[in-house]
């Protein structure tokens, strides 16, 4: 059974960064691309960045590009979002989540973790 915890959410001010880390178990990872996804109150969920488990490929929504950074460490099956510059419109849930590299469905998902930013 696949497993994805996030942690690392939080309330930071405008302009602040928070880190978010999402530890992966319960299967080999090689074969598939992680995202981080975020859903705002009245919002759809939105994919926010995705990186594939053995490339490194990745890849970002426009409104987080140049200001989040997603990595992933194999040795410790984490995936982190480094969201540097928030902006109040980032509040969300930010929920990781998983995918095999041949399926666009994201089958597996964490509980998600708060993140708000006060302006």
């Known amino acids: 059974q696949v497993q994805l915890v996030e942690s690392g959410g939080g309330l930071v001010q405008a302009g602040g960064s928070l880190r978010l880390s999402c530890l992966a178990s319960?299967?080999?990872?090689?074969?598939?691309?992680m995202g981080w996804f975020r859903q705002a109150p009245g919002k759809e969920r939105e994919v926010v960045a995705s990186?594939?488990?053995?490339?490194?490929?990745?890849g970002y929504a426009g409104s987080v590009k140049s200001r989040f950074t997603i990595s992933r460490d194999s040795a410790k099956y984490t995936v982190s979002l480094q969201m540097t510059r928030l902006k109040p419109e980032d509040t969300a849930v930010y929920y990781c989540?998983?995918?095999?590299?041949?399926?666009?469905?994201?089958?597996?998902w964490g509980q998600g973790t708060q993140v708000t930013v006060s302006s």
């Open positions: 319960g299967r080999t990872f090689s074969s598939t691309v």
């Open positions: 990186i594939s488990w053995s490339s490194g490929i990745t």
């Open positions: 989540a998983t995918r095999a590299v041949t399926s666009r469905n994201y089958a597996y």
